[in-house]
């Protein structure tokens, strides 16, 4: 992480952790609007991801659902973590720089604020004009290419319609917690007692899930929003990551049907599919030395649904 602007080598995957053990997450320190689409979109808008992380791969698939792949540009980070943290490189088709002489993700923090104390995380929304970080909390992000940009997408998809809007919170609410950041609470966990709790808010979540996703073909209002998108990149990542690395198996994604038939059916969305990088997501993840220190990759599993993946 960065201290007074000065990066701290040793990085660390726990954010911070209360006194019995238990994962606490950090809040995001960039936090702008959009107020004039057209304005922004004249200085130049850019995502930093990683196609490991669930949080930076919500904000790709917005940007592919709402037609903005020309508007908003996207650079890559390497899937692996080392002590620089993200960094730019040649791994897995990742982007080589990002941006003349950028090699780490951190110092796109240090170029927007020289003094920035904290983690240095992705997704990263920037104004390539200005070269500084407008906004760096997925949810937020989602929310300014569905809302903020609106006036230059007019996209016919709205991810966060007025109607739904209280539904879409209380579903996102339920969700966040128990699954989202749950399965990060279970892996990080450093006492039984925080790991089980986590787990069991896990499963129980998944399992008024699985009820939920019987009758119901999408998480709110029987249509496509920003629901479905913070849940399938959880969903996603379950059986391949969080089973094995985080210790999340009491049962897998393909043990229940209804959420596997819901998976399914979003990997049949391009925007879903292309923005899904297993190999990424294996080798980010098991490369987290302090959960896998001989950084084997398992071969497994093989699941059906992967079949709509390109690179499957
Ligand atoms: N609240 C942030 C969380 C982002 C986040 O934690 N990203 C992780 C990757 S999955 C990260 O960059 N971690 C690097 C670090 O913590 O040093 C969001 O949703 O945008």
Not at 8 to 19: A, I, T
Not at 20 to 40: E, L, V
Not at 232 to 237: A, D, E, N, Y
């Amino acid at each position: 992480m960065l201290v007074e602007g000065q990066w701290q080598r040793k990085w660390d995957p726990v954010q911070q952790e209360d006194g019995d053990g238990r994962f606490i997450r950090q809040s995001s320190a960039f936090t702008a609007r959009i107020k004039d689409a057209r304005a922004a979109l004249e200085d130049g808008l850019r995502l930093y991801v990683a196609y490991i992380c669930p949080w930076a791969t919500r904000t790709l698939i917005a940007r592919s659902l709402l037609g903005l792949e020309h508007e908003v540009d996207v650079k890559v980070v390497e899937p692996t973590l080392d002590d620089f943290g993200w960094k730019f490189g040649p791994q897995l088709g990742a982007t080589q720089s990002g941006i003349d002489g950028v090699e780490f993700a951190h110092q796109l923090y240090t170029m927007t604020d020289d003094r920035y104390s904290g983690r240095a995380t992705v997704p990263v929304l920037w104004n390539i004009q200005q070269g500084r970080i407008i906004n760096n909390e997925s949810a937020d992000i989602l929310r300014i290419l569905n809302d903020d940009l609106r006036p230059i997408h007019q996209s016919p998809i709205n991810l966060y319609p007025a109607e739904l809007r209280t539904d879409i919170d209380a579903f996102n609410d339920r969700i966040y917690d128990s699954l989202n950041n749950g399965v990060y609470r279970a892996g990080f966990a450093t006492t039984q007692q925080a790991y089980s709790e986590a787990v069991n808010s896990v499963f129980t979540c998944l399992n008024d899930l699985e009820r939920h996703f019987a009758s119901n073909p999408y998480a709110v209002g029987g249509q496509l929003t920003e629901s479905d998108i913070r849940l399938f990149v959880t969903l996603v990542r379950f059986d391949v990551a969080y089973y094995g690395l985080f210790k999340t198996n009491l049962r897998a994604i393909a043990d229940y049907p209804a959420l596997s038939a819901y998976l399914e059916r979003l990997l049949k969305i391009d925007a879903f599919a292309k923005n899904t990088r297993i190999d990424h997501i294996k080798a980010g993840y098991y490369s987290v030395k302090k959960l896998n220190p001989s950084g084997i990759v398992p071969e497994g599993p093989k699941l059906d649904w992967f079949s709509y993946l390109d690179d499957e």
